[in-house]
């Protein structure tokens, strides 16, 4: 009786024993798991959101390029330059009309070479007062050449410009909780994309061609944001992505609703994020109650042309769409300890009759396990059947667990994977970078060595350009890895001349270069800029390489160097006469790893390490190109 209640003793305390760790170790896992993964999407959370306002203000600065092309293309037809040269008001007015149809300004206007108004579209009768002391008119009228940019307009010039843009621009403001307050209730400035471009007959200024549109609740502005950048995504019946335009702290465009369902505008941000933005000039990111939901938002400046910041670029994240990540991860971790409690209590009746030391291997086991470290137990073949049993069903459980924790990290993985792309292709970058400089100190040691002892032999020169090449790789090494890492270029004064001139007596001895003349416009007044050298030679050498490989039957390789007048900038132009880029891939050219060449020709990495090179030291990079006749690169650079 006493062995009886004893052996039931024993397995009861075996089955609570088993179970308790069998539950330990599931809470444990739960708990680790769900805060490694909360860590986890918080910190991808935030990388997403940033990646989607670099997005969103790339393509509003797109929206401005492409709108100042169409005004600077327009500003040289000769019918307009002949009607502006003649004050035709009548043409120049039906042409301001049709320009505004067809590409969506808002406001379009001719303005005559001493600053005053010829033609409005909207208002053809209000002409003639004076708009010379309008900053993109002084710009155009000192400058001679087009400026685009955003700006603001007060409302009494707006209102010139027709009754229907002033009661577009006029939003009342709605008061907002955690907003600073505001001396006016009403936002009647309005937020303008402005381009103007001259009108030159000859060498005689004819006139200003000057666009403008409305950023005050224009939908499909922002509408268009959303759909390229959010893909129109929703959850339970709400955008998951939302986009707005913020003159000051006040939403003028947005497709943020409010409790209504309307479009939030005339709603505040918060003081928090103003003071960020506005006084201290820096981008926004986190966690905000945006009007009625949570949001992971970012927050981006909007500066006007004299570097002043007259609003914002919103971007916002429904905070949902990443709770919803975590709620089914839990569900799931749950269900598998409920699996795992099941299979417990089935293998109980086995435990019976094991002995202490099998026993005691697995509880040690399921102490590790609830350690997160899953380890299958070694089944002693000296055990009886029942041990053994027990012992593959135990290391059975552990690898189902296993499995399961596999295919929750895969789902996690799966869902935050748009926003880790970028890393990923850094990191693949610089491990390439790693294996190929290992090689190339060897090859620069031994070229050294040999240089040594050939100094005054018909082989020196040979191994210079050894030595020499080698070098400019090991720069394009250090090009790839800057590329991945995002490093800050070592800067020091030099002589952008010099550089070009270092860069082309190596090139010119490459093959490659055999068929094809190379012409230097070097101005000798450049100033001095302060950049990194090597970087800078590999991107005139990456420049000009592309510029080889478009040029197979050989061609004319242009390199010119000189001072952008009114701005100072130093203007580097690399140009060819190949055979130029198609209108489709233009847009794609400085994206990692796209490239037309043939396989095995080339990695994709040229241009994007030229562009972020050129980023690197504050400059800007532009291209023209046309198929058949060749391709320009414009690389200008603050001097020193």
């Not at 002693?380 to 041990?387: E, F, I, K, L, T």
């Not at 590329?483 to 001139?501: G, M, Q, S, Y």
């Not at 701005?567 to 140009?575: K, Q, Y």
Request: glycine content about 8%; hydrophobic content about 45%.
């Amino acid at each position: 009786m006493i062995k009886s209640i004893a052996r039931s003793n024993i397995r009861f305390k075996l089955v609570v024993s088993l179970l308790a760790v069998v539950f330990l170790a599931g809470i444990l896992s739960v708990i680790v798991g769900l805060s490694a993964l909360n860590t986890n999407l918080v910190r991808d959370a935030y990388a997403t959101v940033r990646t989607n306002l670099a997005s969103t203000s790339e393509l509003y600065r797109e929206e401005i390029d492409n709108r100042s092309r169409i005004i600077e293309h327009i500003a040289r037809r000769p019918e307009i330059v002949r009607a502006a040269a003649a004050g035709d008001r009548a043409f120049l007015h039906g042409q301001a009309v049709e320009i505004k149809r067809e590409f969506g300004f808002d406001i379009v206007d001719v303005i005559n070479a001493d600053g005053t108004m010829l033609v409005r579209a909207n208002n053809f009768g209000a002409f003639g007062d004076s708009l010379a002391g309008y900053r993109t008119v002084q710009e155009v009228l000192r400058t001679r050449a087009p400026i685009a940019g955003t700006g603001l307009l007060d409302f009494e010039d707006i209102a010139r410009e027709g009754d229907d843009l002033a009661s577009r621009t006029r939003i009342r403001v709605v008061p907002t909780s955690h907003a600073r307050r505001r001396p006016s209730p009403v936002e009647d400035r309005a937020l303008v994309i402005k381009i103007a471009a001259p009108i030159l007959d000859g060498e005689r200024l004819a006139g200003i061609l000057y666009g403008a549109v409305l950023l005050n609740n224009n939908d499909g502005f922002v509408d268009r944001f959303k759909r390229l950048v959010f893909k129109d995504e929703e959850i339970d019946g709400k955008d998951a992505g939302t986009t707005t335009i913020f003159l000051g702290d006040v939403r003028v465009a947005t497709n943020v609703a409010d409790a209504s369902g309307r479009r939030a505008i005339g709603t505040q941000v918060s003081e928090e994020v103003y003071r960020k933005v506005f006084e201290e000039g820096e981008t926004w990111v986190g966690k905000a109650f945006v009007v009625d939901d949570w949001y992971i938002s970012g927050y981006a400046p909007l500066y006007d042309f004299d570097g002043e910041i007259l609003g914002m670029l919103y971007v916002g994240v429904l905070k949902e769409k990443f709770d919803v990540v975590v709620r089914n991860t839990t569900v799931s971790y749950l269900l598998v300890i409920l699996a795992a409690t099941v299979l417990a209590l089935a293998l109980s009746g086995y435990l019976i009759n094991l002995y202490t030391k099998p026993v005691k291997r697995i509880i040690d086991a399921s102490t590790e396990m609830a350690l997160g470290f899953y380890h299958r137990i070694e089944v002693d073949p000296h055990d009886d059947v029942d041990a053994r049993a027990l012992g593959r069903a135990f290391n059975g459980m552990v690898d189902a667990i296993e499995e399961r924790d596999r295919q929750l990290k895969d789902l996690a993985e799966r869902t935050i994977l748009k926003s880790e792309k970028l890393a990923s292709i850094g990191r693949l970058a610089s491990g390439i970078a790693h294996e190929i400089n290992n090689p190339l100190t060897g090859v620069l040691t031994y070229s050294s060595l040999l240089l040594e002892d050939m100094k005054g032999t018909p082989y020196e020169e040979d191994l210079k350009v050894v030595r020499d090449e080698t070098l400019r790789c090991r720069g394009i090494v250090r090009g790839i890895l800057d590329f991945a890492r995002d490093t800050k270029p070592e800067r020091a004064p030099a002589d952008l001349n010099e550089i070009v001139e270092d860069a082309l007596r190596i090139l010119e001895k490459h093959v490659t270069f055999q068929n094809i003349a190379v012409v230097k416009a070097l101005d000798r007044g450049l100033p001095r800029v302060s950049v990194d050298a090597g970087e800078i030679r590999s991107v005139i050498n990456n420049l000009a390489v592309n510029a080889a490989d478009a040029m197979p039957g050989g061609g004319r390789l242009t390199i010119t160097t000189s001072v952008e007048p009114g701005t100072g900038l130093v203007v580097l132009s690399v140009a060819d006469t190949g055979a130029g880029i198609s209108e489709e891939n233009q847009n794609k050219i400085f994206e990692p790893f796209f490239t037309t060449k043939d396989r095995g020709q080339g990695t994709g990495l040229g241009l994007p390490m030229v562009y972020g090179a050129v980023q690197r030291h504050g400059g800007q990079i532009d291209f023209h190109s046309a198929v058949g006749v060749g391709t320009e690169f414009i690389i200008k650079l603050p001097p020193r």
